[in-house]
């Protein structure tokens, strides 16, 4: 792949990037491997499973999909359908997981927050360590930090014990890394380019091995509001996801769907990370708010586009 | 236990739920199963003295019984009728339970406030750890988690640790999750089916072994200002507690009854609670605030409610 | 002392506590044994000198009687007058009373603060810890507790750490349980029989040892703004007294007489707490603001008041 | 029971030893009030069953009864038949252990050591901790001291860490106080009045709760080699056992039936323990090396003896 | 020296102190008895030159004589003019102070701020321990404790580590007590006789060993402000220093000049500070704003008005 122009800017290739395995610490590229090419479709990619719902927006996102209450549906969902991994909160995983223990891996989502209060002041507190994550098998632990957030300061403390306590257990760092609060706001909000280009770099300056972002939204109004030169670019959604994931320079992109769509829409937009540069998706919602046979189904078609569309060497 | 329909939802039935004791550690089961089996009405269920209104309200609930003050009453009360366990802060617990130790299992409630400040931004803070749990002998620990407040940041940071030595300790972990704070007061308060929902699942995700809930209300006014689904979701007050009850998932249920009602309601209720689910009770100023004879009396009718209603194995 | 009826309430006798002591751990028991028996009056009372106006007020409290500026004169009225024990900060605490160990009982004050910003928010931090009382060989440790402050979060987290220091090392816990902030003043302020009562329970229940209280004050137009029945009960200022004592349960409670009142009102204020079920006094400014030999004088008489009216074994 | 009369000394009676449980802190006095009266035979008693064999002589005790070599055995036994407790070592606890959690009491035996080298310096080492029996619920700790042997410095230095973890987390401490060595033997071994006595009494003093012994056996050959005045002194057997038991002060102790006996005598030694004051027994082999019903039937008649003889209040 | 009369006050005699030195624990002794003996004009004087300037007002401080932008300025005239010692902060410490290492005592500052945010609610947090001070063979640490701030809670729980760190190493601890804050403003301000007086008795309260004021300014329009009695007094600046010096005990004074004023005023102010019982002067823009041999020769002087002034024995 050559350099890419956007707008007068030369952009590195990808392929310029190291791997991101081969500088790891033992422990992390063992645990990180299991999930690029023991577990889930392999070949470097990654579909992950996030059952954290419960607490980020309560049991509402449940109602669709009744059956999803109860969490061992999404456990079964896990395994049964061969993801790379799930993401869960401290009580499912100690009173859920045993019975999948061995059959897909578990990233130990270590804080977490409900949606009750406004998310000016975002700040997403620690329930678990990282050492719980590794009592229970875990091979990787998340973090949610809020880029940006007022509260930044105490969330960067808190990820820096993290972010110690994995270097330590050799336990790969897998961030979401989310624009939010209310400085933010007036800068154009999360979806921006701007904003979640800010998201990825700062994730990987703290020391993700993984990073979680969600797909920016190209808003002319919005795009505006952000600081040059971001408010003059004129990029596609394309771009923009590219460049986000070279911010994140070694570390591993993955992207989130968000609320339910289309089928259609899941694979074109899988197709779309994948060709970005991205090393695969976290799709929740679009999955387990479905029947079990149409839950697998989709999970199938997710795993050939994934496979069908590599773009980086993880 | 057949399938049930809410609106359009078809609900599991809690018999699909795989049993708690079997999921627990060494210590937590050995602790939690005295408190189900071998103390109080047994057979698996939960009758549960709570003698923290004292700090909670100050001495002002002792009033119409004054008895009642002399802390001695409640741990009397307690040992003789034969609860399953009585619930109280560091400091009755070191000089009252002693007398008792041993006649009824203690569980100490390691954090606590006073009603003097409003509770816009409610949190209450540890003012005892497991380990002391552990030394007085009890066999659970209680925490009060104010679920949606804006302190909720550092009321889950404290939870983690209170969770995570009950782990190491093999404590029992009863959380008492209610629903509070302003930004909740703005989505119509904490007695909704919707509030106590979040609350009853945010409590499983975050570790708890039992959960305590308040009774939701069904307020069609309030209920409207809930998120959707739940602000067209039409539910009776039993399908909503079952539901809460759901949401806890593996964890089990006891709910309380707040201020006094007449023998009859408290009767209604606890058959009502069980048949929804509920392990038990936990009902304080509902018993205390009688005169030693009818509190025993009434004691007695409760348990055989407790023992004539069980729809849920432990 | 037979019952005693409050309004339609029949209160229970204090002598059917059981006694304090017989409920302590050995090295608590040994301590405060040495302040009820071995030094001061004796005979299960406490006459305590607190020597923390100098933080609390600045040296304004000294000017009346300039002598006292030099706290070796508080001291030594301490060791020479035979008072039970002596209060004050670590730094006093380092320079003073090693001339006087062993002369006289110390119980170091761990926490403080300075009046100069408002109580709105009260809250007073460790400036000292239980293991700097044990080096110092005090026989007790003392601790403000801001009942009702909205820091009482901050409050309470703290007294955990020095309640279970003082659990570990066998030392005494006095609590001065004092109600305070923005909103108590909208329940009626601080010396209301309401705010007294809750203060003495919170501190019962937070493990204190020894609580020293303020004298309730009856004012029809505060206790209107108390909640009920607080409201509505028309006790006198000794029925208030008694009662806040019970709400101490097996703790006892030593009242103090605040600012400078005549020698008449002293006596007559010392011989109404000891038959409201006091253990004893804490007068400060009352003393120490004389000329020494009108404070041997003085004290002399208190000591008589203690010894006559005595109504508790401790 | 009036005074004694053993050679010319007169033997204070047990009836004025101060209630062990009075004395205990309240987790010590919590888990041991459950052996004494709320699992076993009850009334203060002790029913304990020892299944440390299989590391103590190795699985040669079980060919005698092929099912106990499964060691769910023993556990089912000590549940079924109603033991106050049951004792075993770590590994043991944590495997078959869960399915009897809470239904028996259990004693972790923290050391243990094999039979193959010779016991002229006996030492048996810690393969587990206080608080690993805090973990799996146990409700008392079991320590071998061997008394005597010439490997008791590092014994003792052992003992005290047990013992200070015992009182730090309210664990009672059970000490096997078993006289050994090469030194002992020289002095009549391991059986005398000399050597039980002094074991009884080194426990009681390096803070046993409880304290196991064996039978003293009466042997004028080997009593004249103990030290004076032992060596003059013509007790019987049960005046031995009776002066090892105050020699334990207010320990509470237990006696043991060592190798297999027939029921009569094992009957006949039950009752000649509990009237020389003893509370209760602690007998293994002689019990599960029986076929199940011979093994239920005997532990009833057991039972009876003890709650028929008790002469001793906890 | 004979009483002093302020208004119709007596005052005790400084000469009745004892002496600081006589109870200091033997680490702090030693390292006090260099400042006040080994080093400087000796005879128990302090004379100290304070380099956080640079910190505490930015470099503007250094433009008048911009030599003294260079550290090593200060630090040469600190050890060549002879100076009791020379208090900096931790990154001058580590790369300024070894060429002077031994020639010169060192105070290492723990604590600093930039002025740049308002002083309303003044905190100065710890950058450095009082470990580093040992570390670095410092003979003192400097703390700077703003009395009366609204943050006075954290100042004094950071304080609280400071000082049980000084005790445990020896280590002497110098405050420098300032009023400061929004809550004193309104009472008058920073300067007045109240303000002074106040933080001399904090801090000797809180274990100070030697104390850093600022001279106060009588000025009736702010004395109004101060509570009584100060609002009522009518002072010399000379009695309020001298009564300062008495609220801060034992523990020893040195007053400061703040901005560069005259020679003659500079010496007047340094005698007037002895006479009033000061031991001691910390002028730091006073002296190294001027060329070095100005400095040196206002520095022979200002050693020369020390050592002629004595009025107390350290």
Redo the contacts between chains.
Sequence with gaps: MGPIMIGSMEVKSLNAQKSLLDTLAPGKRTRLRRLLYEFGPGNGTLMLLPI?Q??EH???DF?PN??S????YQFRLAAEAGYSALA?????A???Y??YAGSVPLILKVN???D???SDNA???????VE?AVRLGADAVGYTLYVGSP?QG?DLEQLRQVRQDCDRFGMPLVIWAYPRGSALDAKGGQTTFYAIDYAARMAMEMGADVVKLNLPKIDPEKDKLTPAPYNEMDVTQEEAIRQAVESAGRALVVLSGGSKISDEKVLEQTEFIMKAGGSGVIYGRNVWQRPWNDALEIVEQIKQSLLANVTRVP
């Design positions: 954290d419960g607490i309560g049991p509402r109602f009744p059956e209450k109860d969490p061992d869960c909160q401290i009580g499912m100690e009173r859920y045993p019975d977490g927050k409900t009750i209060p406004s700040l997403s507190t620690c329930n678990a360590s719980d509260s105490q």
